[in-house]
Nanobody, 124 residues
């Protein structure tokens, strides 16, 4: 059974940091690109950052550039999203998702497997 489990969300003050983790199981993790997405209330799900299967390729949306860092540890089947300088507008449910291959699109439709999400709340 394919599973993606996010953790690390929580309540943080603006300017603070959080590190999200996504632990995968049930598929060959090293063959899959992983993306982080978020969805705020009343808004569509949007891409944040993604990483290729061998971590040589990464992509950041403008909202994440310079503040967020994506990384992966294939030995632990885990992808991380280090978030710094958090802003109120970063408040959302954050999801990780997987797609086979090295490409790193940020549109949610390209991803096959999804986690249940972890809530990030940034107080202003």
């Amino acid at each position: 059974e394919v599973q993606l489990v996010e953790s690390g969300g929580g309540l943080v003050q603006a300017g603070g940091s959080l590190r999200l983790s996504c632990v995968a199981s049930g598929f060959t993790f090293g063959d899959y690109a992983i993306g982080w997405f978020r969805q705020a209330p009343g808004k569509e799900r949007e891409g944040v950052s993604c990483i290729g299967y061998d971590d040589s390729t990464t992509h950041y949306e403008d909202s994440a550039k310079g503040r967020f860092t994506i990384s992966r540890d294939n030995a632990k089947n885990t992808v991380y999203l280090q978030m710094t300088s958090l802003k109120f507008e970063d408040t959302a449910v954050y999801y990780c998702a997987a797609r086979m291959g090295s490409a790193v699109p940020t549109a949610p439709t390209f991803y096959n497997y999804w986690g249940q999400g972890t809530q990030v709340t940034v107080s202003s």
